[in-house]
């Protein structure tokens, strides 16, 4: 993003333009079409350098606020930042550089989860780290089986 341009004009406009633009009818359903795809390249696609990962999250908050799905949006942030910190899947060793990468991950997770799910994300997180899943797992979706059972849908 050069020069500020993401946070010139109407900011929510632009971005459903964009998303409108190329056949869906809500953030969602454009993300939804690119799972585990991280925050920054989705908001790479829509843009011209002039939208930004976290207008592109806030939007998806917002839909999963009115849509009741909250969970579900919170599960799919972690995808999104596990695809980013962890490409390869879950590490099979949590050496001092994976375990930089996971924290990364979980962190930016919490950072970026609602206040209503921070305390189960906060012992979703604990789990994954007391329980790691098996090497190489890397969800595919907000669907996933282990992240459900983590984090089921229970909206806050």
């Keep these: 993003m050069s020069g500020g341009e993401a946070w ?8 459903y333009e964009r998303v409108r633009a ?14 585990a795809v991280p925050l920054y390249a989705l908001a790479d696609e ?5 939208v930004a990962a976290v207008q592109v999250l806030s939007g ?20 999104r930042l596990l ?13 001092d550089a994976n375990r930089v990468k996971v924290a990364m991950a ?19 997180g604990d789990v994954l780290l007391s329980s790691p899943p098996p090497p190489g797992w890397r969800p595919l979706g907000p669907d996933d089986e282990l992240l459900r059972m983590s984090l089921p849908d229970e909206e806050a």
């Excluded at 010139?8 to 971005?15: F, P, Q, T």
């Excluded at 829509?46 to 002039?50: A, E, H, L, M, T």
């Excluded at 979980?106 to 979703?124: C, I, M, N, Q």
Aim: proline share 6%; charged share 30%; glycine share 6%.
């Design 8 to 15: 010139r004009g109407n900011i929510k406009a632009r971005l």
């Design 22 to 35: 190329r056949g869906f009818d809500s953030l969602t359903a454009f993300a939804d079409a690119r799972p």
């Design 46 to 50: 829509p843009g011209n350098d002039d």
């Design 60 to 79: 998806l908050l917002a839909e999963a606020e009115q849509r009741k799905q909250v969970t579900r949006f919170v599960r799919d942030v972690l995808v």
């Design 83 to 95: 695809s980013q910190s962890l490409p390869n899947g879950w590490p099979a060793v949590l050496d």
């Design 106 to 124: 979980l962190g930016s997770w919490f950072a970026y989860t609602p206040e209503t799910h921070k305390e189960r994300v906060d012992r979703a």
